[in-house]
């Protein structure tokens, strides 16, 4: 067992000083702010007008082809006291100028059809033309501290803001100027800027041969600036993995979805051929008006051709057509689409394996040092990684294996008997192929060690094993799992097209299923892949779902053998174990605590679901999940807040309300205007803090995921957080006791797809061993007794498989030489902070002298072994706000009826 790991994190050396770096600076004029979004708005007749410029395309522009320029700065098109861009020598005029000017072209109106109005949008363009000479931007000197940083009243280290976008540049710029050598092969890298800071991709891509197939891939990097709470100095978090590259045949774009493309150009000014740095992010998808792929907005290669007349640069078409052409490039232009996985199967796996990932770690921390040194390694801080669970290794002896299944049998019909508070178990399966209904059948029956049924399937089961009733039906699904019929009439949204259709198919699938004033049961739906259908809208799970909880069933999808390529008896069993869960009937094992904390502890998780419009639905929706979980109840111990009826109901019911209220067709209700940003955070904090009078009553561990939340509870920000306090907007932080006498609260971070939690691996105790992973909850040594940030890691999952530690994939040695083709196990670490517990100043704050003083550790401890479950692999969050997340499948929002359609639904008969 390892005793130390080691995370990708880097933080400011205090032994070597600031990072002083001169640079120099321009703004954005505000003459021409003011010229160019005044062109701008003309796009925008009869619609609200925008309130900023455009200036991402241009940024970009500026990044791939104005020699000296390191970075691009955030807000500039706001205010010309804001740097627009940070060089490191000034760029001539004759330069920026053409730049500038090829992308003031494309703001007005490019196909107006009015004569009059072309002719006026032409003027407007001449002026904003001539601008750009009358008002050039003046350069200024500055020199910028990379290590600038101010500590906030909880102690937590801000760095200066433009940081989060410069440094990472800089750092990207500081790897890239050196190879990175493995296996004795130099790897080179090139730039890519991110909404949250840059990647550092091999270029060229590597190639992969198996049988008659060459696959492309690349070393990536990801580098990005973070703060821990806390913390007296901010982190670099450097993250390492594989970019795949679309590569053979032709390339798939699922329906709805496009693809990214990263450039790699010239610079286009006759005598500069200085050594290229950069890749640019391009974005295609299909254009419907247009029946073929085209380059989606803010997209560079659309502007280079204007620029640059001599070169031929890739056309969306040809891409798709022959994606491993343009890697190779065309007279000194290159280009690749990056792979997804909704493209299908690539010979090269993801991710990479601990001793490849520490290889790529040591040569960032030389090429970080001595400004940047590793942040200090982890140690554990609990001693017992796991709660109580049952025994899963296989037995030898017959007796032992027997006595362990009957006692998993008693432990699932247990929490399915109080789940249900003693009402039968009903349980619909509806098939498509008499496969899949024998393994769901099958997998119900060894679920809950059932005895084998007496005659056909189709014609229903009955059990009766001790107190629990279970009521089995098998149908076909039949017509309801075609295709949704979109019926695109005049006067109709798209959200109301297919909003109109799920309606239909659930009226059908709800009368299919039964009256619905069954107790709740669950459905088991057999539907087909969703690339059956001729566009993600047509889709019916989203329609089958609103059914089936119109008829009061939870629902777990399997698709059909012949589209997926997993065993039908392991997803069968999986279905089974996820519907079992939306049923409520999964609790959280007893934990294995140094000190134990109160008995009748309860859990308490809050998700805020963002649907957006391109969702299944095409429909905005933002709904507060809040989840109860009381392990010692004997009768619906997980509970939702349902906040129509202001109680916590069992949480089947609460799922099947979820997808009620979101069917909501009240003109009333449904046609009420989006509330702001202000009125949403204003509401989200006044039932937070409601939600938390309501759990006062017994000691509580409240879960939050800051990522999550803190849009619309801002005090969760890091720059905010306060030991022991808890802030609202407006409102000075106070005391958690204030909430709750015996309240705690637990913070989770993730890496969210911005990086704010590093990766990680544990080094071996000797060179002649791998690094390799290990499970447990970790704080840096020698902590303080009051340390409130740890991070909880898991165990290798089964399905990861037997991939070695020592995996190389980047440069395959001869042992190895499929090992390209291998899926690493990349684990995620969680960030748990104690932000309140009954710590020793807290008890002397509240004038408490009835209870001993929390150990943090302890608390985070409670958190961590909530990622265990005897019938999960071990979870990427606790389980409280795993279920909470869940919750999201059923926030399904369906845009309100036209009037003629409402009255007639709402009319009885």
Not at 567 to 595: F, H, I, K, N
Not at 620 to 646: C, N, Q
Not at 800 to 829: E, F, H, I
Not at 873 to 897: M, N, Q, S, T
Request: aromatic share 6%.
């Amino acid at each position: 067992m390892y005793q130390l790991i080691s995370t990708t994190a880097y933080e400011p050396d205090p032994h070597t000083g600031p990072w002083i770096e001169p640079y120099r600076m321009i703004g954005f004029p505000d003459e021409w702010r003011e010229e160019f979004l005044g062109l701008y708005r003309r796009r925008w007749r009869r619609r609200e007008q925008p309130v900023g410029l455009p200036v991402r395309k241009l940024n970009e522009l500026l990044r791939a082809t104005a020699p000296g320029l390191i970075a691009t700065g955030r807000g500039a098109g706001g205010s010309a006291e804001v740097p627009w861009f940070y060089a490191s020598q000034d760029m001539p005029a004759k330069l920026v100028g053409p730049l500038l000017a090829s992308w003031v072209m494309t703001l007005p109106p490019l196909d107006d059809t009015d004569a009059e109005r072309a002719t006026d949008h032409r003027a407007a363009l001449d002026r904003a033309l001539a601008l750009i000479d009358e008002h050039s931007p003046q350069w200024r000197h500055e020199s910028v501290d990379l290590t600038a940083a101010r500590l906030t009243d909880g102690g937590t280290a801000q760095p200066d803001r433009r940081l989060y976008h410069l440094l990472p540049e800089q750092i990207g710029a500081r790897l890239a100027a050196r190879p990175l050598r493995l296996g004795g092969v130099d790897l080179s890298f090139r730039l890519v800027t991110r909404e949250q800071g840059v990647e550092l991709v091999s270029w060229p891509p590597r190639q992969y041969t198996r049988g008659k197939r060459i696959w492309h891939y690349s070393a990536l990097v990801t580098v990005t600036v973070q703060t821990v709470p806390f913390a007296s100095r901010f982190r670099v978090h450097v993250d390492y993995g594989i970019r795949r590259w679309a590569s053979g045949s032709q390339v798939w774009l699922p329906p709805g979805r496009g693809a990214t493309v990263l450039l790699d150009t010239p610079l286009p000014w006759p005598g500069d051929h200085g050594p290229r740095q950069r890749l640019t992010a391009n974005k295609l998808a299909f254009n419907r008006r247009l029946g073929m792929p085209a380059w989606r907005r803010h997209s560079l290669v659309e502007l280079l051709p204007e620029l640059d007349v001599l070169r031929a640069y890739p056309k969306p078409a040809e891409l798709i057509a022959d994606p491993a052409d343009w890697l190779e490039g065309r007279d000194g232009v290159a280009a690749g689409v990056v792979h997804s996985t909704a493209m299908g199967k690539h010979g090269v796996g993801t991710g990479l394996m601990p001793l490849e990932r520490s290889l790529v770690d040591q040569w960032v921390e030389e090429g970080l040092a001595p400004v940047f040194r590793r942040a200090a390694g982890l140690e554990r801080a609990h001693r017992k990684p796991t709660p109580v669970l049952l025994p899963s290794t296989p037995a030898k002896d017959a007796q032992v294996r027997d006595e362990r299944a009957q006692q998993r049998f008693r432990a699932r019909r247990g929490a399915v008997h109080s789940a249900l508070d003693g009402r039968p178990l009903l349980v619909d399966v509806l098939w498509q192929t008499e496969e899949t209904r024998d393994e769901l059948v099958a997998a119900l029956r060894e679920w809950l060690g059932l005895p084998a049924g007496s005659g056909p399937v189709d014609d229903g089961q009955e059990w009766q094993v001790g107190d629990l009733n279970v009521v089995l039906r098998a149908r076909p699904l039949g017509s309801l799992g075609a295709g949704l019929e979109l019926d695109d009439g005049p006067g109709r949204s798209r959200s109301q097209v297919l909003s109109a259709a799920i309606r239909e198919r659930a009226a059908r699938t709800a009368d299919f299923l039964g009256s619905g004033i069954d107790p709740v049961g669950l459905a088991l739906v057999e539907t087909l892949g969703p690339e059956r259908f001729p566009t993600s809208d047509s889709d019916p799970k989203s329609a089958l779902r609103h059914g089936c909880a119109a008829a009061r069933r939870v629902s777990q999808f399997i698709v059909v053998p012949e589209d997926s390529e997993a065993a039908v008896a392991l997803r069968a069993r999986s279905a089974l174990a996820d519907g079992m869960r939306q049923l409520g009937a999964v609790v959280p094992p007893d934990q294995r605590l140094d000190e134990e904390l109160a008995d009748d502890l309860q859990y308490l998780a809050l998700w805020q679901v963002r649907r957006q419009a391109d969702g299944p639905t095409r429909r905005a929706s933002r709904h507060l999940v809040a989840l109860r979980i009381r392990p010692r109840d004997p009768v619906h111990p997980v509970r939702g807040w349902d906040d129509t009826i202001k109680a916590w109901v069992p949480y089947a019911d609460f799922l099947i309300s979820l997808t009620a209220d979101s069917a909501e067709v009240d003109p009333a209700r449904s046609g009420r205007s989006a509330p702001t940003t202000d009125e949403r955070r204003d509401e989200v904090e006044r039932r937070i803090r409601s939600l938390l009078f309501q759990v006062r009553d017994r000691p509580t561990l409240l879960l939050a995921n800051s990522g999550n939340l803190r849009e619309t509870w801002p005090g969760l920000n890091n720059g905010q957080l306060e030991k022991d306090m808890l802030a609202f907007h407006g409102q000075s932080p106070v005391r958690v006791a204030l909430h709750g006498a015996d309240l705690r609260i637990v913070l989770l971070r993730d890496t969210n797809n911005r990086g704010e939690t590093p990766q990680w691996y544990a080094p071996a105790a000797t060179e002649k061993e791998p690094p390799g992973f290990s499970a447990g909850l970790w704080a840096p040594r020698d902590a303080d007794p009051d340390h409130r940030v740890f991070l909880s890691t898991v165990g290798k999952p089964p399905t990861a498989g037997t991939v070695r530690r020592d995996l190389r994939k980047l440069v395959p040695d001869q042992k190895w030489p499929n090992g390209p083709a291998a899926t690493a196990w990349n684990p995620q670490a969680l960030e748990l902070t104690v932000l309140g517990c009954l710590s020793p100043v807290a008890l002397a704050a509240a004038e408490r002298t009835d209870t001993a003083a929390d150990r943090p550790a302890v608390v985070a401890a409670a958190a961590h072994q909530l990622r265990f479950h005897d019938e999960y692999h071990p979870l990427a969050r606790p389980l409280p706000l795993h279920l909470a997340k869940l919750a999201e499948e059923y926030v399904l929002p369906l845009a309100p009826l036209p009037a003629a359609e409402r009255t007639t639904e709402q009319t009885p008969e």
